[in-house]
């Protein structure tokens, strides 16, 4: 079974302070993904990484930033937090070849920034 | 960009009865439609999908039908229980980005005892 692990359930943080989100999946996929989740606005992807050291925007990218040193580890920074991106944070990991559109999601990171 | 829609944003409807929800889409080199379901709390899991050279696809109480000429896919659950209440959130594959996918803004189901 697929596990994709997001380090905290819940952070509070401060604006302006840099924070850092990790993501690692266990399953080998090369594929890994950050959505931001809010209410009536659905999921919206943020960056996404198709191999180590690879990294795309997403629709969303501004005011983020990510790191994938390793294929298992995706990181999202928000280098300076403001309160509007106080949200709830989602990765997900799909595999390579075909189904590569199947995504396993995380548990999330609601992140509150005051 | 693609633009994913979902209606209703809201549905209520009685234990036993059926339920159905309409995604339409705008990329007509779309090729997968996923629908994921999202329990209040927990992560977005995939329910059932389908591929654009296929019409329906079944898997026990749930179903998927696609139109692909009118460019809309509907979930259909039947016999409704309590544990399907959640939102569920409809995608299509981007033609560009590599199969990434594009999400709707998710309904709203519950299921009334």
């Known amino acids: 079974d697929v596990k994709v692990t997001q380090s905290s359930r819940y952070l509070v943080k401060r604006t302006g302070e840099k924070v850092f989100l990790e993501c690692v999946q266990d399953m080998d996929h090369e594929n890994m993904f950050w959505y931001r989740q809010d209410p009536g606005l659905g999921l919206r992807l943020i960056y996404f990484s198709y191999d180590v050291k690879m990294k795309e925007k997403g629709d969303i990218p501004e005011g983020y930033s990510v790191s994938r040193e390793k294929k298992e580890r995706f990181s999202l920074i928000l280098e300076s937090a403001s309160t509007n991106q106080t949200s709830m944070y989602l990765c997900?990991?799909?595999?390579?070849?075909?189904?590569?559109?199947?995504?396993?999601f995380g548990s999330g990171t609601q992140l509150s920034v005051l | 960009g693609e633009n994913v829609e979902q209606h209703p944003s809201t549905l209520s409807v009685q234990e036993g009865d059926s339920a159905v929800i309409k995604c339409t889409y705008s990329?007509?080199?779309?090729?997968?439609f996923p629908w994921y379901k999202q329990e209040l709390g927990k992560r977005p899991q995939l329910i059932i999908d389908?591929?654009?050279?296929?019409g329906e696809k079944k898997d026990q109480r749930i179903a998927v039908t696609l139109n692909k000429t009118a460019k809309h896919f509907s979930l259909h659950i039947t016999e409704t229980q309590p544990e399907d209440s959640a939102v569920y959130f409809c995608a299509a594959t981007l033609s560009r980005g590599n199969n990434r996918l594009a999400f709707g803004k998710g309904n709203q189901v519950v299921v009334i005892p």
């Open positions: 990329d007509s080199a779309s090729n997968y």
């Open positions: 389908i591929r654009s050279n296929v």
């Open positions: 997900a990991s799909s595999p390579p070849g075909q189904g590569n559109e199947k995504l396993f």
